[in-house]
């Protein structure tokens, strides 16, 4: 790898698309899907290309592609398939235009980007306007990232200025802390979905809830340390790719028991649970299913 160059351990890509390591091997042994660099240790290395396609691959096999099918794809051929499969999923509302919006991203103009997206959060509020605009635009931008239409740079400038408008908003939210109870949220994985996780951070506060908002990746265990300090009433995890049918959800159901944790609730799962969990475990696809499963909560 040149330097200067990012470059990806095959965890990394793990965590990044939700393709178990040793999955991502095996494609790779019996499709030639990837063909990373090895370090002198022997330890795989992969390129931001190679990020990118695994990321497509993983998008068309969660939409119904069979990975022998996927792996028969030229380069071409599959993010064609990606745009294919991504506009079914454009937004149904014709005053809302995604490409025409971006395109003021695509020059970094953040005043032209958020006068875009104003009339939007005026007229929806912003919980409304996130689930049914501002999230499909941060999916849209993630997808021309992967199919290379859009830069990372300017990817990332689209993912930040929306975070900019949801912290805005939630400084505006005076909660009276008697309400509700108390939510701790976590973030036990890096797959950039901070943008969701102060969604969620929004509509727990709305709803009355305090807050404790731990941001940046940490590890499990530091549930019950934040506990140890100031006891909640539920607990979220930014978990992504988390792995729900093995340790980590028996981990967290301990805990839960342990602690008397109402509710654990997961985010921005996008596969299918293998078995029925706890009635402590709540677990969320994305911004809309997590609004409609908070309002549950007891």
Not at 39 to 68: P, Q, T
Not at 281 to 298: C, E, N, Q, T, Y
Request: aromatic content about 12%; hydrophobic content about 35%; overall charge positive.
């Amino acid at each position: 790898m040149e330097a200067g160059i990012t470059v990806y351990s095959i965890r990394d890509l793990e965590n990044f698309s939700g393709i178990k390591a040793h999955t991502i091997r095996i494609w790779e042994k019996r499709y030639r899907l990837l063909e990373p660099e090895r370090k002198d240790s022997n330890i795989r290395m992969y390129s931001e290309a190679e990020l990118k396609k695994i990321l497509n691959v993983s998008y068309l096999n969660r939409n119904g592609f069979k990975i022998s099918r996927i792996a028969s794809l030229d380069e071409d051929e599959l993010t064609g398939q990606v745009m294919v499969v991504s506009s079914r999923n454009d937004i149904p509302d014709k005053s809302f235009q995604p490409g025409k919006v971006l395109m003021s991203a695509l020059r970094f103009s953040e005043d032209q980007f958020k006068s875009a997206l104003e009339p939007f959060i005026k007229n929806y509020g912003v919980e409304e306007a996130f689930i049914n605009y501002l999230h499909p635009l941060l999916v849209k931008s993630r997808i021309l990232w992967q199919t290379g239409a859009m830069t990372r740079a300017q990817e990332q400038f689209v993912r930040n200025t929306i975070k900019q408008i949801l912290i805005i908003e939630d400084n505006k939210i005076s909660v009276d802390k008697r309400n509700s109870g108390t939510v701790a949220m976590i973030s036990t994985s890096d797959n950039q979905t901070e943008a969701n996780f102060l969604f969620y951070k929004y509509t727990l506060r709305k709803r009355g809830y305090e807050v404790i908002y731990t941001g940046d990746f940490l590890p499990s265990s530091e549930a019950v340390d934040i506990y140890r300090i100031k006891p909640f009433k539920f607990l979220v995890v930014n978990s992504g790719s988390f792995d729900y049918t093995k340790k980590n959800i028996e981990y967290f159901t301990s805990v839960g028991k342990s602690l008397q944790i109402s509710k654990i609730i997961f985010t921005d799962y996008e596969g299918t649970p293998g078995k029925k969990h706890s009635d402590r475990i709540v677990i969320s696809r994305d911004p809309g299913d997590f609004a409609r499963k908070i309002s549950l909560l007891k």
